[in-house]
């Protein structure tokens, strides 16, 4: 990445005072300014004012501005000599709810430095958004929450920056994407209507503010800006996700969702936008949520099964023994299973069809992934009929989602030529074997694209361009919220996707041509 | 005075939330607030949006929201119950040298509460703004100046506030108007190049500034703005003072002249201004500035001579027995002296004349003002004629400075029909006496008008409109700033103004007129 015309930080030459030209230091530094940023309406932080005089009567003073913007109006917020070999950086935050990653940037250059993940510190409180939420409902809560979330921060980015031998009075500005509730715990607002009718935050954009009113440790002048959300239940992330993904300025019609603890859809083109949220109401509960990623050593990762040798082959993090599987793995070995005729199309086990693999555990069929003998517990690794009716409800959900954010706009999911698929969940999931559990969309392969850390992504492109400010504006104003009713149509659409692929096989004919 | 169209205060009505209108709290404020600034540049200060839900949740949510505004960007800094007895209000300051003046408005009426006055508590440090800048060119000695003018004003605030029954939270926005060096040191600012070459200050415009950035104990969101100075030696204080006399709108071009620790002189109407100030170089040092001027219970502030009793009236402070003279005391009684010819013309005194109040002391000779008899002190009150020296050269100087900016511009000072004089010498000089003396040009006795505190009554002004924003930024744009060389047409002028009234006596027909 080059520096962007539109950055952050401007280099100038600042003229010397004379009795000729005895315009104050302040002015002479704005004059000089004026032209690169193509406004008059700038003005100069009190502090940085306070070290002004001895930056500006340096014997070589070409500076460094670096500069923010609030709407129309600029600030300038730090100054640092032409040549200073420590780099002028900014940081940009996924703030998700049950991680948080870290991405320090050089604002003249765009290089990313670094990066740094951790448990979001609220999770001691609650691992569940509602649960902080109802935490937060006294002040005490409120602050405490608040309290993890900064301190967890100074503390990463502390490390973040030690690890760069960086003062972090060398990061000027951050950008933080994160949910609605997120975003109002990390600011110290109130998140108590976010879940209560009519379901209010108290602010859609929060702009930019100042990281010492959050109590970040960044420079004393550094700004913090936090990606709007449109409710309560389309937060900064997806915004900083369509930022990222760019379908704001396609040509042709692009869908993007993202799993995280939702899933989170936006259809859309450079025309118009419209998303929904998979908080669809208590048909749904723990439905798209409940499919556990939780990745770690000796998870496995990646399932497939060879007809021949009636053998699974499994990849597990690490190449460990394996101890348990996560999502991706789920649906992989879900697909094998349907595929192979072990799992009929109800997502039922059938016994007779699975060599001699089912156990009865407490009334529930189980299916053994994996035996003792080779697992990294010494035990079987199973999965319950009750784990698969749950995938089996998140995939049914996923594609109802899907499904009826098309069809808003009259469009098939079939017509689409690209669908981003964001988050952990696009990382690592093997789109063939969502498509034949009928998860997604029955689309040529290529026509899936993994955007990785799309949250993380779009705060970084924040901080490379301060264009961008209007463009997460304009993303934020053009898109159409689509509220998912849970009502008759959507329950009937829902009862046909619990089906493996789906009741009407006609929309996945590369799978039933796989099944013949 | 009645309230503003352009105040700092809107009163406006929020609609409640509903699943219809479900934008966030803070986007229904602003949204009620757009149409009323008549602009989209509006964002909400942090502290406040975290009480912003509990106060638009109220059953009756008219509230009054207070604004600030940076070039084209609003803030709002404060909301407060439509209904809420206690006056929201804003401070205006006349941050002297010597003295500092306190002015309580109402933000909503333009009312003014109270008002208080206090020395300078920098006087400890240095009596004039050069003792002080050498003080601060040690950083310690800089934070030094700074505490004692901060603390003096919180301190002095208080004791407004509490004699209003006001919090100080209730101050929402300050006006301070004060000369480039006490500016600089108000704000933290290193005011060391202010006196050297080529005496550049930190900045011109210092805008708006937190409260809080300041450490000043008002509303912990309340802004403060400072009014900007053309260089080291012309001050917001004039500005202020501009804004407050209006020549800047007048048709006809007009002369303000202010008298505090130097002599300011703006000349000019709506289309051009000329300023030039007082400080003429060595050639005049102590020279307009020597006049005492330091008022108090006792000191004669005003004298008449009868020439047929050849007696003198002296009136004094609090009519208590004579202990001093002040400034208006002193013109009044050097135009009394010459008119009666104990002072000649080169403002000698004239023993054969001057009824035995002649006393020779250490070979300089003395007149007797107040004998013994009659004095507070128990002693004679004496003017020796050193004092009637500096006095002449001080009337020289205020006049040479007149007549050189009136020429500079190609006008005569007889042209002028309104002459504005501010600050105290305004209020208590008698513009008769001045013109005796040949201080003051021989102008009809009423084109003089006194402005009194002109620094304080801008401020004031500047807290009753928004618009003044821009109208100060015009004043200070428009002024031309005449540099004062001491050169040798300068000193001839000088020289023939050091006469009384004037070598060219056709230059003030109404003293000839009372001398015959």
């Known amino acids: 990445?080059?520096?962007?015309?539109?950055?952050?930080?401007?280099?100038?030459?600042?003229?010397?005072?004379?009795?000729?030209?005895?315009?104050?230091?302040?002015?002479?530094?704005?004059?000089?300014?004026?032209?690169?940023?193509?406004?008059?309406?700038?003005?100069?932080?009190?502090?940085?004012?306070?070290?002004?005089?001895?930056?500006?009567?340096?014997?070589?003073?070409?500076?460094?501005?670096?500069?923010?913007?609030?709407?129309?109006?600029?600030?300038?917020?730090?100054?640092?000599?032409?040549?200073?070999?420590?780099?002028?950086?900014?940081?940009?935050?996924?703030?998700?709810?049950?991680?948080?990653?870290?991405?320090?940037?050089?604002?003249?250059?765009?290089?990313?430095?670094?990066?740094?993940?951790?448990?979001?510190?609220?999770?001691?409180?609650?691992?569940?958004?509602?649960?902080?939420?109802?935490?937060?409902d006294h002040p005490e809560g409120q602050k405490e929450l608040r309290a993890l979330i900064i301190d967890g921060l100074n503390r990463e980015i502390l490390r973040l920056c030690r690890n760069c031998r960086l003062e972090p009075e060398r990061i000027y500005l951050s950008a933080v994407a994160g949910n609605t509730a997120m975003t109002h715990l990390f600011m110290?607002?109130?998140?108590?209507?976010?879940?209560?009718?009519?379901?209010?935050?108290?602010?859609?954009?929060?702009?930019?503010?100042?990281?010492?009113?959050?109590?970040?440790?960044?420079?004393?002048?550094?700004?913090?800006?936090?990606?709007?959300?449109?409710?309560?239940?389309?937060?900064?992330?997806?915004?900083?996700?369509?930022?990222?993904?760019?379908?704001?300025?396609?040509?042709?019609?692009?869908?993007?969702?993202?799993?995280?603890?939702?899933?989170?859809?936006?259809?859309?083109?450079?025309?118009?936008?419209?998303?929904?949220?998979?908080?669809?109401?208590?048909?749904?509960?723990?439905?798209?949520?409940?499919?556990?990623?939780?990745?770690?050593?000796?998870?496995?990762?990646?399932?497939?099964?060879d007809p021949g040798s009636k053998q699974f082959q499994i990849t597990t993090i690490d190449d460990l023994p394996p101890v348990g599987i996560?999502?991706?793995?789920?649906?992989?070995?879900?697909?094998?299973?349907?595929?192979?005729?072990?799992?009929?199309?109800?997502?039922?086990?059938?016994?007779?069809?699975?060599?001699?693999?089912?156990?009865?555990?407490?009334?529930?069929?189980?299916?053994?992934?994996v035996s003792s003998k080779t697992s990294g517990t010494g035990t079987d690794l199973t999965i319950s009929q009750a784990d698969l009716d749950s995938l089996i409800r998140s995939k049914a959900a996923m594609y109802t989602i899907l499904e009826t954010i098309s069809q808003s706009v009259g469009t098939t999911l079939r017509d689409l030529s690209t669908f981003f698929v964001a988050g952990t969940f696009g990382s690592f999931i093997n789109p063939h074997s969502a498509i034949s559990i009928g998860m997604l969309p029955d689309l040529p392969i290529e026509s899936y694209r993994s955007l990785g850390n799309s949250s993380l992504g779009g705060a970084t492109r924040f901080l490379a361009d301060s264009d961008h400010l209007e463009e997460i504006d304009r993303i934020r104003d053009s898109i159409t919220y689509l509220e998912l009713n849970v009502n008759q149509e959507f329950m009937n659409r829902f009862s046909a996707a619990k089906f493996l692929p789906h009741t009407n096989a006609d929309l996945f004919p590369s799978v039933m041509r796989k099944m013949l």
């Open 326 to 369: 996560c999502g991706s793995g789920l649906i992989d070995l879900a697909a094998c299973l349907f595929l192979s005729g072990m799992l009929d199309i109800r997502g039922k086990l059938v016994p007779d069809r699975c060599h001699g693999r089912i156990r009865e555990k407490e009334g529930l069929k189980h299916f053994v992934v």
């Open 188 to 305: 110290g607002l109130d998140p108590k209507w976010i879940i209560r009718e009519p379901y209010i935050p108290v602010i859609n954009r929060p702009g930019l503010v100042k990281a010492a009113d959050l109590g970040l440790g960044l420079n004393p002048l550094a700004r913090v800006f936090i990606f709007p959300n449109i409710g309560s239940y389309f937060g900064g992330d997806l915004i900083a996700g369509i930022l990222y993904s760019g379908i704001h300025r396609r040509d042709e019609t692009t869908l993007l969702v993202d799993v995280g603890t939702n899933a989170e859809v936006v259809l859309g083109n450079k025309n118009w936008l419209i998303a929904c949220a998979g908080a669809a109401g208590p048909a749904l509960e723990g439905g798209v949520t409940k499919m556990g990623m939780m990745a770690g050593p000796g998870v496995i990762e990646q399932v497939a099964f």
């Open 1 to 136: 990445m080059t520096k962007s015309q539109n950055g952050w930080v401007k280099k100038v030459s600042i003229p010397k005072p004379s009795l000729q030209n005895n315009t104050a230091d302040a002015e002479r530094v704005l004059a000089a300014l004026k032209p690169e940023i193509k406004s008059e309406n700038i003005s100069i932080d009190l502090d940085l004012l306070r070290d002004l005089p001895g930056l500006v009567r340096e014997p070589n003073s070409s500076l460094n501005c670096i500069l923010c913007r609030k709407n129309t109006h600029w600030s300038l917020i730090g100054l640092s000599p032409g040549e200073d070999p420590s780099p002028i950086t900014g940081i940009a935050v996924d703030l998700g709810t049950s991680r948080v990653v870290l991405r320090l940037v050089n604002l003249c250059t765009g290089n990313i430095l670094a990066e740094n993940a951790f448990d979001n510190p609220q999770v001691s409180i609650g691992p569940d958004i509602l649960t902080r939420i109802h935490h937060a």
